[in-house]
Structure formats: structure tokens, C-alpha cells
């Protein structure tokens, strides 16, 4: 016995040696003579493919439940156990990525990149919605967004956001839009990633300051139903305009309108638009003149957003790493700063040009520039077109929910009378 | 009555709420380090500061610089070589120019393509390394030969001339090939081969140097070992020398040394990428002495330990030795050659 454990020891020994000098081979790690022990390095394993098509799989299903239950079932409750399903297995569970909300920065960087390849995966996060939107409505919104969801569930004392406000803050979103844009299609950063308020929630770790807007955002959801989503979400100002065409959409009543007011106040979203009476000749006066020079400005706007745009070039190409390098390394090479950070002492050690940095650094200038005319141009356009639309009057008989506003809850449904009788029907069919 | 003013508080409260969550979201946003300005927000404790790494010991330093800097003028500089003569020759990415030992341009030979590594034979034609072939040039520039090409995957790094054979590094395949004067193969040096005990070349970037020493043995680096190797012509592995080391005496990092040089009493001179360093080794390996430490060769915070070869795939400087023993340094990054030569008495 004695004998038989000698010899395992011995082997032991043999074989540990055998890795020491087989280690010394490879790299090893630098010398420190502080008594620091190096940790293993743990290197995760990469998620199975499969899942991201399982995860398609679900969106699909849920986006597709979700119209069942807004168009057709008409349950609240059973869009309010889908919304805390999307928030588990797309929040908590996926940890908020891939989102279609990102997903916008990679198509658009696949369409100004040749190099870059959008995933099928992603493609399908950003297109599936789109397309449930234009036949269904905002049910992606509805359910299956776990950003909205999140936010759903904290709407405990809503007030009413006046729709002057209401109006105006939703500009944000356009310009978040754009900026996300310009950003995704220069290769400078993934903004609505970066600033995503949720992430962190999802996550249950990140960057304090994201943690503290989240907690900011949700804090205030607690009274204004859902702000992320009606005045910032860039993915959400797409949506609305394709809910404007949606083919089959929402509505307050089951069949017809009876006028009664009780959904009136029901929207936490200030989506239900009441019936309009038709304007005075005089208020039809001064709207026509109103619109004639809003028509006649909206160029103006957009030149002149353009302009700002493209004059922010300097500004906004720093979010570009090379411009931000280039900028670092000019710093030190005229004497205004004396000392390196990591990004210029690692590109000096390339031995690359410095010539050639700054050209790069001047491309990517000229790029914001001629992106900044589009993105200025847009949010001009978009300033422009509201103030039209606030001068066009529109033919409502009826209490209806807003084509593009609406997120498609299901709230209002029970304060509607005739949704009541639709249920008391139901129910005698059933019996 | 009441209940109005309590409705009306309620709402000023909300608004107040509303406002302050507003306030401190913007304030959130606008504190966001997205690009890193505000560091990694670690202490003192956690930096890798290799600053005390780059200090080298005065008394260890055996070599001055002995005349200014020769500014080449070329733009993407690789290799450098030195003639019986003491012409220095410098290989660029269209151009291989010849200074004499004062700076003085002597000549210049136009390329197709950059040049990656050169050596001059003692009859004075000059073998140009490009990424896969060689190419020979008479001592007036005019193209003798250039020979077939080792495919796509190849990348010369190094070349050197000894009677009829060449011997060639070629870091892409981890192999060195040796021609002889034709350009006809005659073999390869360095592939695994566990029978013949040659543990192969480890070239995590793309320095690969070799030089044929006094003794009639190939010294050929082996950086990812951080070790010179010493083979035969026909290949057999010898010995080799070099430990593993951020300490003077070692090489460390992913890779290094990259480039080597043969002094005239056997030594070596060893030029290390990162943390930057020049040293003389005797003919046994043993070290023996500084010729330029990092704060001589690069501007301060220049200097990294390569742990990931992806943090040091440029930047290497070359060496050469003259029959005086004088020590050039290519550096890579200025495009400059720096000389230095034995303080007396060390």
C-alpha cells in the first residue's frame, strides 16, 4: 500500500513539473513582486445560437398573442400577464439585448457599412414588430416591449400630461431618432444602447448614473404613464407612424359609440381623442392664415435645422474614437498637454502616421457635417409638420383612440358600456 | 373646499416629484462617462504601472550614444542592415536608402513594394525580404534576381547571407528557409518536430528575426518563448538562451526579443518591442549590459508590457552592428537611426 502511494506521488510530481515547464513555454504573465497571486482567467462560454432563434421564436408568438388579445379577446388582464411575461423572459431573463429598439443602430450601420452584417436574428428583432404594427397596431408596444412593460407596472397614480406638453416633449424622441441615426451610420456609438435606462433594471448591475435614470424614469412613470416610451423611444416614433396605416387597429368600443364620456379620462397615455367640433368661421380664418405661413416656413425649418445640424460637426464627430484620438494626439504633439493616456501611447506604439490619423479624423469631420444637414433637416421637418398638424382640423364623430398614440393596453376597453354588454353576451352564449 | 386644496397640494407635490426625478435623470446623463475620460475609477493600487519597470540601472549601461540621430526621410521604415563598409542600409515601404555613417544619403533604390527586412553579403549585393520573396540588388541598385514566391501566407522578416547559403525568416509560416545564392530551396529550419526535439517557432506578431553567428550556427528568435534558439544549417537544434523576465536580464511580454544582431567578439545585441529595450548578450547568452534603456529610446508612457500579442503588433525597432561594434538603432516610429557606442572601460 505504502508502495502503491509512492509511486502515485511520484507520478503526481512527474506531471506537475511537466505542466510547470510546458507553462514557462507558452506566455506567461509578467512578473510582479508584490505577492499578487494571478486569478485563472474564466472565459464564459459564448449563448448557443439556438437560443437567439428560440428567442425570435417567442417574439413571434408574443408579438402574435398580443394582437390576438388587443384585437380579438379584448382582455386587459390577459395583455397584462403578457406585458409581465415579455418583462421576465425579454428583460430579466434576455437581459433587455437583442431589443428592436437597438436593433435600429444596426440596420442602419448594415446599410452605411458594407463591411458590417447584420445578424438574421437582429434583422428579424427589428422588422417583426414593423410588420405586426402595420397590420395590428402598436401590440408590440402593448405586450411584448419589456421596456415598456417595466414601465407599465409602476403606473399607479397617473395624471394627465396637458397635450401642449405632451407635443412638444415628443419631439425629443425625433431627435433621439436622428441622432441615433447619425451616430449608427458614422460607426461612432450605439446611443440608445448606451443610454438605454433600463438596462441596468434588466440586468441588475451597469453604470450607476443609467441606474439612477432608470430609477428616475420609473419614478416618474409612477405618474406619467409610460414616459419612455411616448417621449423618448426612437423605435416608438416609427411605430407610430406605421400604427397610422395599421390595417386593423384598437378601439375604445366593440361596435359602436354611444358617446357616453367614461372613457374620457381612462387613457393614462392621453390617447383617446374626443369627438371635434367643427371650428368657427372666424378660428377657421385664422388656422388657414396659420397654415399658409407655417407651409411657407417649413423649408426655413428645415434649412435651417440643417444648418445647425451640420454646424454641431465638430462637436458630435467626438464621439467617434479616432476623432477623439486624433484631437488627444494633436493636444501632445503641439505641447498642450504633456502627458498620455492609454489610447494615444498604445497608437504611437503602432507606429502608424499621425498624418494619416488626422486625414481619418477629418473624414469622419466632413461625415458628421454632411449627416448633420439630414439630421438638422429632420428635426426641422419634424418641428415643421406639427405645427402644421396643429392647424389642420380633423373630422372626429366619435371617442377614438389615437392611430398613432395609442399603445394599444387596453385600458380604456372596461370603462366602455358596450364593452360590457359585448361580455355579458359572451357570457349568455357560453351558458 | 378642503378637498380642493388638497387635490391642488397633491398635484403641486406630484409636479415637485416630477421635476426633481427630471433634474436628477438629466443630471445622470450628463454625468455618463460613456468614453472612458474619467478612467476606470479604480486607486492607485489597481494601476498596472510599469513605470518602475522602465527605469534601468545607470551602472548597467555599457553604450553612449556617440553621434546624432540619422533622420532617413522615409516614411514606413522596417529594417535595417549594416555593409562591411559601414554604408547603413535602410528598408522602407518603397525604398531602400544608404547613408554612410555620418547621415550622408549615398544612394537610394527604388521598390515595387515595401520591403520588409534586408541584409548585404560580403560581395556586396543587397537581398531584399518583401512579404514573400526575395529579391537581389547589385551595389548600384540594379536588380539581379527575384525569386518565386512562398505564397499568400508568407511574411519575410528577416534574411541573412552567409557564403552560399541564405537563410530566410518567414514569420506567416513560422519557418526559416534556407536558399542558396540562386534561390533554389534547400531546406527548412525550425518546423515542430518532436523527433528531431525542435519545439517550433511560437510568433504571436510579426517580428521573427535571424542572424548567422561566429560560430557557424543559425541564432534564430523565438519570441513567444522569449528565447534565441541556436540551429545548424541542416536544422538540428542546438541550444538556446533566454528567460522568460521583466527584469533586465529576461525578455518579457508576448514576444520579444524581436530583433538581433551579432557583434564582432560573438555577443548579440537584442532589441525588444513594448518595453523598449536594447541589450548586449555575451556569446553564451549570459547578459551582459544596457545599450539604450526606454527612457533613451521612447517618449515617456510609450512603453507597455505586451501581454496580448493584439497590443504590440507594430512598433519594433531593428538592430545592426557595424565591424567597429557600434550599435544602429532603426527606430521605427521616428524613422531614425540612433548610434551608440561602447563607453570605454565598461
Known amino acids: 500500500m505504502m508502495r502503491f502511494a509512492q509511486i502515485i506521488t511520484g507520478i503526481a510530481l512527474a506531471l506537475i513539473s511537466c505542466g510547470l515547464v510546458w507553462s514557462a513555454e507558452r506566455f506567461p504573465p509578467p512578473d510582479f513582486e508584490s505577492g499578487h497571486e494571478m486569478p485563472s482567467p474564466t472565459t464564459p462560454h459564448p449563448r448557443q445560437d439556438i437560443y437567439e432563434y428560440i428567442d425570435v421564436v417567442v417574439l413571434l408568438a408574443a408579438l402574435g398573442l398580443a394582437s390576438y388579445l388587443v384585437l380579438k379577446k379584448r382582455s386587459r388582464r390577459a395583455i397584462f400577464a403578457l406585458t409581465v411575461f415579455s418583462l421576465l423572459y425579454f428583460g430579466f431573463w434576455r437581459e433587455g439585448c437583442v431589443c428592436p429598439i437597438g436593433g435600429t443602430q444596426n440596420i442602419v450601420l448594415s446599410i452605411f457599412d458594407a463591411e458590417y452584417v447584420v445578424p438574421i436574428t437582429v434583422a428579424a428583432f427589428f422588422l417583426l414588430p414593423l410588420v405586426f404594427t402595420l397590420f395590428f397596431g402598436r401590440t408590440f408596444c402593448a405586450a411584448v416591449c419589456p421596456l415598456g412593460a417595466v414601465q407599465d407596472l409602476v403606473l399607479c397614480r397617473p395624471v394627465a400630461v396637458p397635450s401642449w406638453a405632451e407635443s412638444g416633449l415628443r419631439l425629443l424622441a425625433y431627435v433621439y431618432l436622428g441622432a441615433a441615426v447619425l451616430f449608427a451610420a458614422t460607426g461612432s456609438a450605439f446611443i440608445i444602447c448606451r443610454y438605454d435606462p433600463f438596462i441596468s433594471i434588466f440586468r441588475l448591475t451597469g453604470d450607476l448614473n443609467i441606474l439612477i435614470l432608470g430609477a428616475c424614469l420609473l419614478l416618474i412613470g409612477v405618474f406619467v404613464g409610460r414616459p419612455y416610451c411616448r417621449f423618448i423611444c426612437p423605435y416608438g416614433v416609427v411605430l407610430r407612424q406605421l400604427s397610422r396605416l395599421s390595417r386593423r387597429r384598437v378601439t375604445i368600443t366593440p361596435d359602436e359609440c354611444i358617446q357616453c364620456k367614461l372613457c374620457e379620462e381612462s387613457c393614462p397615455f392621453g390617447a383617446i381623442k374626443k369627438p371635434a367640433a367643427k371650428w368657427s368661421d372666424q378660428d377657421y380664418g385664422i388656422a388657414k392664415k396659420r397654415l399658409g405661413f407655417f407651409l411657407l416656413i417649413l423649408p426655413v425649418l428645415v434649412l435651417l435645422g440643417g444648418w445647425a445640424g451640420s454646424s454641431l460637426k465638430a462637436v458630435a464627430a467626438r464621439a467617434h474614437e479616432t476623432v477623439r484620438l486624433a484631437e488627444r494626439i494633436y493636444l501632445e504633439e503641439t505641447g498642450e498637454v504633456t502627458e498620455t493616456t492609454d489610447a494615444s501611447a498604445a497608437f504611437r506604439a503602432t507606429g502608424k502616421e499621425i498624418e494619416e490619423l488626422y486625414a481619418d479624423a477629418s473624414s469622419i469631420r466632413a461625415q458628421f457635417g454632411f449627416g448633420g444637414w439630414f439630421f438638422g433637416g429632420f428635426a426641422g421637418l419634424v418641428i415643421g409638420l406639427k405645427l402644421i398638424g396643429l392647424s389642420v382640423w380633423r373630422q372626429r364623430t366619435d371617442y377614438e383612440a389615437d392611430r398613432a398614440s395609442c399603445l394599444a393596453c387596453g385600458r380604456c376597453f372596461e370603462y366602455c358600456p358596450r364593452e360590457h354588454v359585448r361580455l355579458e353576451q359572451a357570457k349568455e352564449v357560453k351558458t | ?346
Open chain 2, 1 to 346: 373646499m378642503d378637498q380642493i386644496t388638497g387635490k391642488a397640494n397633491t398635484r403641486l407635490l406630484v409636479g415637485i416629484l416630477i421635476g426633481l426625478a427630471v433634474m436628477v435623470a438629466v443630471m445622470a446623463v450628463v454625468r455618463l462617462d460613456v468614453i472612458g475620460r474619467k478612467g476606470n475609477g479604480l486607486g492607485k493600487g489597481f494601476k498596472y504601472d510599469i513605470e518602475e519597470l522602465t527605469r534601468v540601472d545607470p551602472a548597467l549601461i555599457v553604450y553612449e550614444e556617440s553621434a546624432d540621430a540619422i533622420e532617413t526621410g522615409l516614411a514606413a521604415t522596417h529594417g535595417i542592415a549594416v555593409d562591411s563598409k559601414g554604408f547603413i542600409y535602410v528598408a522602407a515601404d518603397r525604398a531602400v536608402r544608404i547613408f554612410s555613417d555620418r547621415g550622408v544619403i549615398l544612394g537610394e533604390i527604388e521598390l515595387a513594394e515595401p520591403a520588409g527586412c534586408l541584409t548585404v553579403s560580403t560581395d556586396g549585393n543587397l537581398f531584399v525580404g518583401f512579404k514573400d520573396h526575395v529579391e537581389i540588388y547589385d551595389a548600384q541598385g540594379q536588380r539581379q534576381a527575384s525569386w518565386d514566391s512562398l505564397g499568400t501566407n508568407a511574411l519575410l522578416t528577416s534574411i541573412a547571407a552567409q557564403g552560399d547559403d541564405v537563410f530566410v525568416a518567414d514569420a506567416g509560416n513560422r519557418v526559416v528557409i534556407r536558399y542558396d545564392v540562386s534561390g533554389n530551396v534547400l531546406g527548412h529550419i525550425g518546423k515542430k518536430d518532436s523527433f528531431r526535439n525542435v519545439p517550433g517557432f511560437v510568433i504571436p506578431s510579426p517580428y521573427f528575426d535571424l542572424v548567422v553567428s561566429r560560430d557557424g550556427l543559425l541564432r534564430v528568435v523565438n519570441p513567444g518563448r522569449r528565447r534565441v534558439e541556436a540551429y545548424t544549417f541542416e536544422g538540428d537544434i542546438e541550444f538556446w538562451w533566454g528567460v522568460s523576465s521583466v527584469d533586465i536580464e529576461g525578455f518579457c511580454g508576448c514576444c520579444n526579443p524581436v530583433n538581433i544582431a551579432v557583434l564582432p567578439d560573438g555577443g548579440y545585441v537584442t532589441c525588444e518591442k513594448g518595453l523598449v529595450r536594447v541589450k548586449v548578450y555575451d556569446s553564451e547568452g549570459q547578459f551582459a549590459g544596457v545599450v539604450a534603456g526606454p527612457s533613451q529610446l521612447v517618449r515617456e508612457g510609450e512603453c507597455r508590457v505586451c501581454d496580448l500579442p493584439e497590443e504590440c503588433q507594430a512598433g519594433g525597432f531593428d538592430v545592426a552592428v557595424d565591424a567597429a561594434g557600434r550599435v544602429f538603432v532603426l527606430d521605427t516610429i521616428r524613422n531614425n537611426v540612433r548610434i551608440f557606442t561602447k563607453i570605454e572601460g565598461r
